[in-house]
C-alpha cells in the first residue's frame, strides 16, 4: 500500500498507526496527512474504513480535533466527489458537538463547505436531518453550532413547509436560555435574514432582532449592531426608521461601553444602510455622542470612523456639528484616541476642498504634528500626500514643513524612519531649489544616524532622490559628501560609505563609479577593520557588473587579488566570491 503512495512521504500504514499513538504531535502529523491516506486508500476504502475510524477518533485533544475539522472541510474529492460528501457528515456532526469553541466553529465551516457541495436530493435529506439535530440537542454546544448552519442550509431548500421549520428552530435557538447560543444566533441573524424575502424578514426576523437586542447579556446585545446593518440594508427608508433606529439609539446609549464601542466600530456600515437622509438627520448626533463618550475605547473607535462619516454628509453639517468634537479629540487625554484620529483626519482634506482645509484643518494638524506619543505624529506624516493633493506643496512646506524638519531629528526613531520614507514624494513635489535649500542637509545627516535602519533608510533615499533629481545632481550635491564620510573614526559610519555606493553604483553611471566611488572603494580596501575590508570586497561584487571589462581587470581585480591574501577569513571569501565575476 505505501508503494502506490509518494515515496518521500512516510509509509501509508505507520500514518494510520500514528493516528492511534500516545504522542500528541505524532497524531497531528497523521491528520495533517489524511490527503495522503486518502488517495493511497482510494475513495471507496476512505469511505469504508478511513471516515468510520475518523468518526471514532473525536475523543482527542483539541489541537488534534481542531486540525480534523479542518482536513475535513476539504475531503469531498477524496470520498469520490459530491455525490458520495454525506458520509463527511458524520464525524463533522459529532466535532461540532464538543465542548471547544474553536473546533466547534471549524467544524461549522467544514459543514458548510460541504452543504455547498451536496447534490440537493441529498442536501434536502442528510443536511436537513443533521441541522434538526443540532439544533434539538440536549447540550448548548450543538445548538450554538447549528445556528452557523442556517445561513447556507435556507437558501438550498425548496420547500416553504421545511423552509417555516428552519425559521421556527432558529427563533427557539433565539430565546435558549443559554447565553452563548442566543449569542451564536445573534450572530448569524443577520447573514440568514439576508437569504429571506423582505416581508418574512419583517414578519418573523425583526422581532427576534429586537429581543437580542434587548437582551440582558451585553455580549448578546453588542451583536444586534452589525444586524442592524444588514438587516437594514435591506429595508426601506420608511422600514430603517421605524424598525431598527430605535435599536441603533438604544445600542448607542447602552450602559455597557462594549455595545456603544460596537456601534462606533460599525457606524460607516450603519450609514451606508441608511441613507443620507436619515445618516444626516438621525444619526449625525448619536455619532456626536459616541465621540464626547466616557470610556476611551468608544472614543478611539469612533475616531476611527470621522473621515468615512463626513464624507456621507454634507460638509456644512461636518463643520457645525463633528468639528467641534473632531477638535476636543486633538487634545483628548487619551494617547490612542488621538492616534486613531490622526490616522484618519488627513483624509478629511478631500471632503472639505481646500479653503476650509487651511481655514479649519491645518491647525489641527500641525497640533497632532507636534503630540508628545510617537504614534500620533507617525499617523500625521504618513498621510501628508492626501492634504498636498488638496492644498498645494507651497501652502503645506509654509504651514508643515517647519514641523517636518523638526519631526527629521525626533528621538524616536521610528518618526525618523517615516519621514525618510516620505522624502522622496515631497522632493519630487517641492523641486530641487527648494529641497535643496530645506531638506539637503538633513538627508546627509541621516547617513551618520546612531540607528542602523536609520542609516540603511537613508542610503535608499540617496538613491530615489537621484532618480528624482538627475545624475548631474548627485555628483554635485550627494557623491563629494558620501564620499567625506569616508574618513569618519567610527568605522560603522565608514561602512555607511560603502553600502551608500553600493545603492547609488546602479543610478550614477560609469563615469561617477570610475571618477569618484571606485578610487574611495579601493581606498578602503587598506582599512584596519576587517568589517570595512570584507564589505569593500561585496561593494565591488556590485560594481563589477556596471563597470566595462578593462576598469574592471585594471583596477577591481588587481585589488581582489592581494585581498584574497587578506589575514581575516571572511575578507577572503567575499574577495573570492568577487573574483569570480572578474
Known amino acids: 500500500m505505501a508503494a502506490e503512495g509518494d515515496d518521500s512521504l512516510y509509509p501509508i500504514a505507520i500514518l494510520i498507526d500514528e493516528l492511534k499513538n500516545e504522542d500528541i504531535q505524532l497524531r497531528l502529523n497523521s491528520i495533517r496527512r489524511l490527503g495522503t491516506i486518502a488517495r493511497a486508500l482510494g475513495p471507496e476504502r476512505t469511505r469504508k474504513e478511513l471516515v468510520p475510524f475518523l468518526a471514532e477518533s473525536v475523543d482527542d485533544e483539541d489541537e488534534v480535533l481542531l486540525a480534523l475539522a479542518e482536513e475535513l472541510g476539504s475531503f469531498v474529492e477524496h470520498v469520490g466527489g459530491p455525490d458520495h460528501a454525506h458520509v463527511l457528515l458524520g464525524p463533522l456532526e459529532a466535532l461540532a458537538n464538543v465542548e471547544e469553541t474553536v473546533v466547534r466553529d ?49 437558501p438550498r431548500i425548496s420547500s416553504a413547509e421545511t423552509k417555516r421549520e428552519l425559521r421556527t428552530l432558529f427563533s427557539a435557538l433565539s430565546r435558549d436560555e443559554t447565553p452563548m447560543v442566543r449569542r451564536a444566533a445573534s450572530t448569524y441573524l443577520g447573514r440568514f435574514a439576508k437569504q429571506m424575502e423582505r416581508d418574512v424578514v419583517r414578519a418573523e426576523m425583526i422581532p427576534l432582532f429586537v429581543t437580542l437586542a434587548q437582551d440582558e447579556q451585553d455580549s448578546v446585545r453588542l451583536l444586534a449592531v452589525e444586524n442592524c446593518a444588514l438587516i437594514g440594508s435591506m429595508l426601506t427608508s420608511d422600514d430603517f426608521t421605524n424598525l431598527i433606529l430605535p435599536t441603533v439609539r438604544q445600542c448607542a446609549q447602552d450602559k455597557s461601553w462594549r455595545v456603544r464601542y460596537m456601534v462606533a466600530d460599525h457606524f460607516n456600515e450603519l450609514c451606508e444602510a441608511a441613507g443620507a437622509d436619515i445618516t444626516r438627520n438621525d444619526l449625525v448626533p448619536f455619532f456626536k455622542t459616541l465621540l464626547k463618550d466616557t470610556e476611551a475605547e468608544v472614543r478611539t473607535a469612533a475616531a476611527l470612523r470621522v473621515a468615512g462619516v463626513c464624507s456621507a454628509i454634507p460638509k456644512e453639517i461636518t ?26 483626519i488627513m483624509n478629511l482634506a478631500p471632503v472639505f476642498g481646500k479653503e476650509d482645509t487651511i481655514e479649519y484643518l491645518l491647525e489641527l494638524f500641525l497640533q497632532l504634528l507636534k503630540d508628545d506619543f510617537p504614534e500620533v505624529r507617525l499617523n500625521i506624516i504618513s498621510k501628508l500626500d492626501a492634504v498636498n493633493r488638496v492644498i498645494g506643496i507651497e501652502l503645506l512646506s509654509q504651514s508643515l514643513l517647519p514641523a517636518i524638519v523638526e519631526l527629521a531629528e525626533d528621538r524616536q526613531w521610528r518618526v525618523r524612519l517615516a519621514i525618510i520614507e516620505y522624502i522622496p514624494l515631497l522632493a519630487s513635489q517641492l523641486g530641487v531649489e527648494f529641497f535643496d535649500e530645506k531638506l539637503g542637509n538633513l538627508c546627509m545627516t541621516w547617513l551618520g544616524d546612531s540607528v542602523y535602519s536609520i542609516r540603511e533608510a537613508a542610503t535608499s533615499n540617496l538613491k530615489k532622490l537621484t532618480e528624482v533629481f538627475g545624475v548631474e545632481w548627485a555628483q554635485t550635491n550627494i557623491i563629494p559628501k558620501v564620499v567625506a564620510l569616508y574618513t569618519h573614526p567610527n568605522y560603522l559610519y565608514r561602512m555607511t560609505t560603502l553600502f551608500a555606493v553600493g545603492v547609488l553604483a546602479s543610478v550614477v553611471g560609469q563615469d561617477a563609479i570610475n571618477n569618484s566611488m571606485l578610487p574611495l572603494v579601493i581606498r578602503m580596501a587598506q582599512d584596519k577593520v576587517p568589517n570595512i575590508r570584507f564589505n569593500v570586497a561585496k561593494t565591488l561584487q556590485v560594481l563589477i557588473p556596471l563597470l566595462d571589462n578593462a576598469s574592471v581587470q585594471s583596477r577591481i581585480k588587481p585589488c581582489l587579488v592581494k585581498m584574497q591574501d587578506d589575514t581575516d577569513r571572511d575578507v577572503k571569501f567575499f574577495a573570492t566570491q568577487a573574483m569570480q565575476l572578474c
Open 319 to 344: 463643520i457645525k456639528h463633528l468639528l467641534p468634537c473632531i477638535k476636543d479629540l486633538v487634545s483628548d487625554a487619551n494617547q490612542h484616541v488621538r492616534a486613531a484620529l490622526a490616522s484618519v
Open 106 to 154: 471549524k467544524a461549522v465551516e467544514s459543514l458548510n463547505k460541504i452543504a455547498e457541495a451536496l447534490p440537493t436530493g441529498v442536501f434536502e435529506d442528510s443536511f436537513v436531518d443533521l441541522l434538526r439535530r443540532l439544533s434539538q440537542g440536549d447540550w448548548f454546544t450543538s445548538r450554538t453550532s447549528a445556528c452557523g448552519l442556517f445561513p447556507t442550509a435556507y
